[in-house]
């Protein structure tokens, strides 16, 4: 249990949205990822009372070729506000061209900018993590969208990693070029690329990236390693940052954003949930997910995933788990917890990291991509612009 801080740690982030500034307050952020934080799992975790959520990560092309699971994802939940859009882009004329529809068709009121996705399919495209790496390129697209989001009143944030790899550390240079291009915020989850989800986020890299901001005065979001109310006090204490992203950390565990509002709140930590409890949170995120596809059957296979998150630490027979991960419907799911014996929640094991793992590895990126940070991307872009 985290002892309570004698006052509030943290001061609320202030974001000036379409209809005016509003305040996150506590400057908790759901992070976008893929598969997971639909309009469903988004609702869920709001429940808990942390401050901003941010979509699943869409493609600036895709929304511009209005794919209908695209548009899907980008839909809010029930009173889900602020509307928050990830993008994914490779191309500032085409991002430009995104957020210009989302603006005009009033479909959000915040875009976060992906820097930091590691996974092959986008870095060997040039995008996500890899992308910094190109520093003209860079600055093309994060100018384009805030330059295209400006008419709307839409601010742009801006997520990344460390760099690609240890040899290729960007995140200051990115961070600051940013900042000077009028991001309202920078996260960074603290790890390179190439460590993937693996091994200790470098919170010292925050607490680095938040002083060499602090003289245009944008605000630090710290990411990685957030595992309990006083992780988060940790990761504040030693970098200094204003904020923090939450990813891995809720999965199976949603109730984790009540927990951090304690905590920066000076208030005791929540009783971690009885397995009953969990019980009742996984059944609500089912009818959630049947909500959110209307289709019971897609609600129930969406959830498998999360089965092994929810039920980490406990005590639970083989025959059920296997079970659990074939369901079709929820009260199927119902039936199955219920044969489950009621226990407390397994804090030893329920507070381990939990996700996706890995090794350190190389990163797939473009053909020559590392050759030289200008030469590369200032062709790109002016192809780009040529129509090429």
Not at 153 to 175: C, F, N, Q, W
Not at 303 to 327: D, N, Q, T
Request: aromatic share 6%; hydrophobic share 40%; net charge neutral.
């Amino acid at each position: 249990m985290v002892s309570p801080t004698p006052t509030r740690l943290l001061k609320p982030l202030k974001l000036q949205i379409p209809t005016g500034e509003i305040q996150i307050d506590p400057p908790v952020v759901l992070a976008p990822m893929a598969g997971i934080t639909n309009a469903a799992f988004r609702l869920l975790c709001r429940e808990q009372g942390a401050g901003l959520f941010v979509s699943e990560m869409v493609t600036a092309r895709a929304l511009v070729e209005r794919h209908p699971e695209t548009l899907r994802m980008i839909t809010p939940g029930k009173g889900e506000f602020p509307r928050s859009v990830q993008l994914y882009a490779v191309d500032p004329i085409v991002v430009g061209q995104a957020v210009t529809m989302l603006g005009r068709e009033n479909l959000a009121d915040h875009i976060d900018l992906n820097f930091g996705c590691p996974v092959p399919k986008v870095t060997r495209k040039g995008g996500g993590a890899a992308l910094p790496y190109k520093r003209k390129l860079f600055s093309a697209i994060v100018e384009s969208v805030v330059k295209s989001a400006k008419p709307f009143g839409i601010p742009v944030t801006v997520k990344m990693r460390i760099g690609i790899d240890s040899d290729h550390i960007t995140y200051l240079e990115a961070g600051e070029s940013a900042a000077k291009l009028g991001a309202s915020w920078v996260s960074l989850h603290a790890r390179t690329a190439a460590q993937m989800y693996s091994g200790k986020a470098q919170w010292d890299a925050i607490g680095r990236l938040v002083e060499h901001l602090a003289p245009y005065g944008t605000p630090v979001l710290g990411n990685g390693d957030i595992w309990s109310g006083a992780d988060a006090i940790n990761m504040v204490e030693q970098s200094g940052c204003h904020g923090v992203v939450v990813g891995r950390g809720c999965l199976g565990r949603p109730w984790l954003f009540a927990e951090l509002v304690a905590a920066f709140e000076g208030r005791e930590i929540p009783q971690q949930p009885t397995l009953r409890e969990v019980a009742q949170i996984m059944v609500r995120h089912g009818e959630l997910l049947g909500e959110y596809f209307e289709d019971e059957f897609r609600a129930a296979r969406d959830l498998r995933k999360h089965m092994a998150w929810y039920l980490k630490g406990f005590r639970v027979g083989s025959e059920i788990r296997a079970a659990l991960a074939m369901i079709e419907n929820i009260e199927q799911l119902r039936n199955l917890l219920g044969e489950i014996e009621q226990q407390p929640y397994p804090v030893a094991l329920g507070e381990q990291p939990r996700g996706r793992s890995s090794s350190i590895r190389t990163i797939a990126l473009p053909d020559k991509w590392l050759d030289d940070p200008d030469e590369y991307a200032q062709i790109e872009v002016e192809d780009l612009v040529s129509g090429g």
